[in-house]
């Protein structure tokens, strides 16, 4: 069984970036696709970004120009990168991936790390 | 960019009754939308894709429908374990987008 879990610090400073990782256990990394998913408290979810086993990437466009998603296939992980962060990035970071193809439907995923921008 | 409208926001249901849960999409998604349940403090749970297909291991009393642009989600005798948010999710077009999620409370 496919198991996911998110790691990294819970509290991150007004313009840092925010460091994620997701450790897969249960399965490979390949050949799947592997997603960042977030749900600010109270309300509901949005996808960040894909990174597809080989590397190619792919963000959504709202976030694109401070996301970057990477894999360490060696190590069976893959990391988020959200740099520039302000207090509306508080949110749970989920790690998913999808059941077939790209965009999803996201079967499996990872407990959720809360992750709070604060001073 | 791709709109998902869920309704009710909200639904108060008697345990065993029925409920239907609406979700539309802005343009076509044809039939590339899943549905999850999410309890407090856990994530998504992916019950329905591919518009009405059940995951395995989902019962039976969860149906999906729809295709296009209007889709539904039906619970039949709602159980205990089964007041939750549900969220809709298009994974036809770029980006990839979820409705803002249907509540399910007890009347």
């Known amino acids: 069984q496919v198991q996911l879990q998110e790691s990294g610090p819970g509290l991150v400073k007004p313009s840092e970036t925010l460091s994620l990782t997701c450790t897969v256990s249960?399965?490979?990394?390949?050949?799947?696709?592997w997603s960042w998913i977030r749900q600010p408290p109270g309300k509901g979810l949005e996808w960040i970004g894909y990174?597809?086993?080989?590397?190619?990437?792919n963000y959504n466009p709202s976030l694109e120009s401070r996301v970057t998603i990477s894999v360490d296939t060696s190590k069976n992980q893959f990391s988020l990168n959200l740099s520039s962060v302000t207090a509306a990035d508080t949110a749970v970071y989920y790690c998913a991936r999808s059941f077939y193809g790209d965009f999803g439907p996201y079967h499996y995923w990872g407990q959720g790390t809360l992750v709070t921008v604060s001073s | 960019e791709m709109v998902m409208a869920q309704s009710p926001a909200t639904l108060s249901v008697s345990p065993g009754e029925g409920a239907t849960l609406s979700c539309r999409a802005s343009?076509?998604?044809?039939?590339?939308l899943a549905w999850y349940q999410q309890k407090p403090g856990q994530a998504p749970r992916l019950l329905i894709y591919g518009a009405s297909t059940r995951l395995s291991g989902i019962p039976a009393r969860f149906s999906g429908s729809g295709s296009g642009t209007e889709f539904t989600l039906s619970i039949s005798g709602l159980q205990t374990e089964d007041f939750a948010v549900y969220y809709c999710?298009?994974?036809?077009?770029?980006?990839?987008?979820f409705g803002q999620g249907t509540t399910v409370q007890v009347k």
């Open positions: 990174l597809y086993y080989s590397g190619s990437t």
């Open positions: 343009q076509t998604v044809f039939i590339n």
């Open positions: 249960g399965g490979s990394i390949n050949p799947y696709y």
């Open positions: 999710q298009q994974y036809h077009t770029w980006p990839p987008a």
